[in-house]
């Protein structure tokens, strides 16, 4: 087994981290199947990961020309309570994640600008100590959906 220098905080080898990391899906993961399911169950029929759309966004209702993308806290740099830099290798997490959150704001607006609509729903406001009612996020999601906004974000209940 091969050791590269880490921090003494992190409990796992480099290979055991790598293997790790290796099983975060980046679709269908729990949130998004949350969501999907129930906005399907109160009647919205959709598209997923559409190849052909900037972003492959999780959700496309071509009806609606709109899009929802179900972000993670952790990987798109959310101010939530669910995310925290990592304590190792500090410099690489920062630019990591802090290019994730660039990307993420250049396609939204490209998607803007194409006429598409967006919707981000984020992790926190489905799990973790602040999470709001699931019914409430859906609620929030088929109002959005059937309105003219061209831009929403779903989040937590967290006091700021």
């Given at each position: 087994?091969?050791?590269r ?7 796992m080898s480099s290979?055991?981290?790598s ?10 993961t ?6 999907r ?13 559409d190849?052909?759309l900037?972003?492959?966004p999780?959700i496309?209702f071509p009806?609606?020309?709109?899009l ?6 952790f ?13 190792t290798?500090e410099d690489f ?5 802090s290019?994730n959150?660039d990307?993420?704001q250049?396609i939204?607006?490209e ?5 598409w609509r967006?919707l ?7 799990k973790?100590k602040?999470k ?21 974000e ?6 700021r």
């Open positions: 087994m091969h050791f220098c880490r921090d003494m905080s992190d409990i290979d055991e981290r293997r790790s990391m290796s099983q975060i899906n980046s679709k269908n729990r949130p998004e199947l949350v969501i399911s129930g906005l399907h169950r109160v009647g919205f029929r959709f598209r997923l990961h190849p052909k900037l972003g492959r999780d496309v009806r609606f020309r709109a929802i993308f179900i972000n993670g806290c990987w798109h740099k959310h101010g939530c309570h669910m995310f925290k830099f990592p304590k290798r997490w920062r630019k990591k994640l290019d959150a990307r993420d250049r939204i607006t998607l803007l600008s194409t006429g967006v981000i729903i984020w992790e926190c406001s489905i973790g602040f709001q009612p699931l019914d409430r996020v859906l609620e929030k999601s088929s109002d959005w959906l059937k309105s003219d906004s061209r831009f929403a779903i989040s937590c209940q967290e006091e």
